[in-house]
């Protein structure tokens, strides 16, 4: 983490608080719009860090599985919340032929049901890695073994196919398939793949380059796949009518250089996602923001902006005093979109509770 410069606006946080808007202290710059009201707010405590588990989000839904490995297919291995809190499905993710099931991941097809990723044990004691969907009764229906390759993040895209971020494990031999995106059809297996394994690798906390998708985002949109690469600090967009793939470097210098904690495509086709500080340190300061990604195909550098009113700064604590709590109502991350409202935690709410809201835009504020 870097430790910030004791500059004015340190020493306004210092002297009236330890939590401050950076947006209200500074001139009004291009913003991405402002957030509304709270739309409507719902309680996700059975799914939402129990056990300090961070269930996946998609599409309005919260979607919770456990680090375990299954012994069985009785036991329901995703649970579904949807939009009003409410568990709604419990997916039994098995592979024919599993003898023990492990996930790693889970999103939501259009329909509402569910699919996850993971790797299984069969009886000959190979350990395929798999995507399976189940039926909206939440029974395995349908299933693709990606041999070596660990879908970690993904998405269903608007044709049905799977899209997801992982990595080969192990490693493919020189010469062999090393792609980390990949588009997957539950008929026909592998469509296509992008992004080479050795273009993502990064010195991540380590001499050596390496990657893992963890952290990282994919998100499917209309027309579009967006993913957010952590080791590298890109964006990817994928047209999914051309099959197009465009990549820019991220400008994190309104984020202070931070990485992204979640990513999320509306339906009117802007992609917004949040940043923070990991961890907090004494004399360090946490920077917390949402922010739109605008890209230029006619750019390598892709731009954030900020949503006016989210982006706020906070000064660590210390042994002998602890840091204050983010004021009622900041912003502390997005969970994703849901049409054109994001979902999104804020500050002096319960730790579980995620609120929907709108981004309003400058073009709309002035009709």
Same mark, same amino acid.
Request: aromatic share 8%; charged share 20%; hydrophobic share 40%.
């Given at each position: ?51 300090? *588990? ?259 700064? #906070? ?17 502390? #991350? ?7 409202? *994001?979902?999104?935690? *804020? ?21």
């Amino acid at each position: 983490m870097r430790r910030l410069p004791i500059s004015g606006l340190l020493l306004h946080t210092i002297l009236f608080g330890s939590s401050v808007t950076l947006n209200a202290q500074t001139p009004a710059p291009n913003y991405a719009g402002a957030l509304s009201e709270p739309i409507r707010t719902v309680g996700y405590a059975e799914s939402i860090y129990p056990g300090g *588990l961070i269930p996946d989000w998609d599409r309005g839904y919260v979607l919770s599985y456990g680090i375990e490995i299954y012994p069985s297919a009785e036991v329901a291995t995703v649970l579904m919340y949807d939009q009003n809190g409410t568990r709604m499905r419990e997916g039994h993710i098995w592979p024919t032929g599993a003898g023990r099931v492990r996930l790693h991941s889970a999103a939501a097809t259009h329909e509402g049901a569910i699919i996850a990723a993971g790797w299984t044990s069969m009886p000959d004691s190979s350990s395929p890695k798999f995507i399976s969907k189940t039926d909206l009764a939440g029974n395995t229906v349908a299933t693709i073994f990606t041999g070596s390759f660990v879908p970690q993040q993904m998405c269903e895209g608007e044709d049905g196919t799977v899209w997801t971020l992982g990595k080969d494990v192990p490693a493919t031999e020189a010469g062999g398939q090393t792609d980390v995106l990949r588009q997957y059809s539950f008929e026909k297996g592998l469509l296509r793949s992008y992004l080479p394994l050795e273009s993502v690798k990064a010195a991540v906390n380590s001499e050596t380059r390496w990657f893992n998708a963890f952290g990282s985002f994919v998100r499917c949109g209309k027309n579009k796949v967006a993913v957010y690469l952590k080791f590298t600090d890109e964006y990817v967009e994928v047209d999914t009518k051309s099959l197009e793939v465009k990549r820019w470097k991220l400008d994190l210098s309104s984020a202070d250089h931070n990485e992204a904690t979640g990513l999320g495509v509306a339906d009117d086709g802007r992609v917004y996602a949040s940043f923070r500080t990991g961890g907090c340190r004494e004399g360090d300061s946490v920077l917390n923001g949402l922010f739109e990604i605008r890209a230029d195909s006619r750019s390598s550098t892709a731009a954030l902006v900020a949503v006016k009113g989210t982006v706020s700064l #906070r000064l660590c604590g210390s042994p002998e005093r602890a840091s204050d709590p983010p004021a009622p109502g900041t912003f502390q #991350r997005l969970w994703g979109a849901d049409g054109n409202t *994001l979902a999104v935690s *804020l500050a002096g709410r319960r730790a579980s509770d995620i609120v929907w809201v709108k981004v309003i835009t400058q073009e709309v504020a002035s009709n």
